[in-house]
């Protein structure tokens, strides 16, 4: 497993901006697929975005396509997920979690940072 630190959440009004970022300890992120997931008081929580490492590729929940853009950088093995255009509905508590190559689940977990969006 790989330990992960989220950060940059914090309060913004709708319409805005914000960068969140998921940074690895312990060891690289290479060889994994590093997700952006979210979680809504009362809600389950869901996929928001996520990213290849080797490789590059991406996939977005259809709610966040167009506004937010998930990157990486291999130097500072940290991914980012960049959020704009933000909506009070994007408000929730913002989890990074690694899923190993080859692998079929999210085997490690940040704490999370919280995204509120007012309108």
């Known amino acids: 497993q790989v330990q992960l630190v989220e950060s940059g959440g914090g309060l913004v009004q709708a319409g805005g901006s914000l960068r969140l970022l998921c940074a690895a300890s312990?060891?690289?992120?290479?060889?994994?697929?590093i997700g952006w997931f979210r979680q809504a008081p009362g809600k389950e929580r869901e996929f928001v975005a996520a990213?290849?490492?080797?490789?590059?590729?991406?996939w977005y929940a259809d709610s966040v396509k167009g506004r937010f853009t998930i990157s990486r950088d291999d130097a500072k093995n940290t991914v980012y997920l960049q959020m704009s255009a933000l909506k009070p509905e994007d408000t929730a508590h913002y989890y990074c979690?690694?899923?190993?190559?080859?692998?079929?689940?999210?085997?490690?977990w940040g704490q999370g940072t919280q995204v509120t969006v007012s309108s």
């Open positions: 990213v290849r490492w080797i490789g590059g590729s991406t």
């Open positions: 979690a690694a899923k190993p190559g080859g692998g079929t689940k999210y085997d490690s």
């Open positions: 312990g060891r690289t992120f290479s060889s994994y697929t």
